[in-house]
C-alpha cells in the first residue's frame, strides 16, 4: 500500500486508481472513515496526489461540506438555492470558473436516511447526433459569474474540457434552451452510471468529462453528508 509523509506521521493512504480513473472518468473506494479531522485530512493528501485542491467558493474551505438544505438557507448561486433539498440536474462543478477544475472528489461521512444515490454521466461515452454535437459546439450561453459572468459554449475544439451546469449557465435565445437539454440525465437513461454511499466511500471523477447530480431521497435525509474537494 502506498504511503504518504504528514508533518509528524506515516499516514496509509488507500488505494486510487489512476489508470480506471483515466479509463473510465472516475473511480470510486472505501476509505475507514476516522475522526472527521482526521479524515478531512486524509483526503486533502490523497487529492494531492492528484493536483491542488482550490476552494469552490472565494474564500472557502479547501473540503466543503454537502447536506441536503432548504432553499432559504442556502447560498445564492447555489443548486440548493435552486433546487432545495430535491435532486440536482447533471451539472459539471465550477462551471463558472474560466477552467473548470479537473477533478472532484465527494467522500460519503454518512449515507443519510434516505438512500440519496449520486448519477453520473460520461460525455465521451454519448452517441451524440451530428446536430447535437453542432448545438453544444455553437450556441453561446449566459454563465453567470457576478461581475465576472461571460459567454460560453458547452464544448469547444479550442480546449479539452465540457462546461455544463444549468445551475449558473443559462439560455438568452431559444437555441440556447435546446442546447442545454441535450445533456439532460433523461435523455440518457442508459448511459447513466450510479454511485450509492456507504459512510467512507471515496468518489473521484474527472470533472471534464463526467457530468454528476444529485439523486432522489427516499425520505428526508437531512443528514445525508458528504465531503467534497474542487482539484484543479
Ligand atoms: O450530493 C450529491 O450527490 C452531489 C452534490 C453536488 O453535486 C453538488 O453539491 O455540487
Ligand atoms: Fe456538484
New binding site residues.
Partial sequence: MPHAYTEDSLVEQPALNRAVLETRGWVSFAVSSSAESDWREQLLALATGLGIPAP?RLGGSLC?T?M?IEAHTAKPR???KIHSAGE?PL?A?TAHWLTPCRY?M?ACASPGSGS????LLDTRRLPLSKHQTSLLHSIPLRVTNGRNSFFSTILSRTRPFVRFDP?CMTATTPGGSVALEVLSRHNWPDFIET?N?EAGTVLVMDNWRIL????RADCSDSN?K?F?ISIR
Fill in positions: 469552490t466543503d454537502l441536503p447555489s443548486l440548493s440536482f451539472h462543478d472532484v465527494l440519496r444515490p449520486t448519477p445551475g454511485v454511499w454528476h447530480g444529485r439523486g445525508r458528504l467534497r
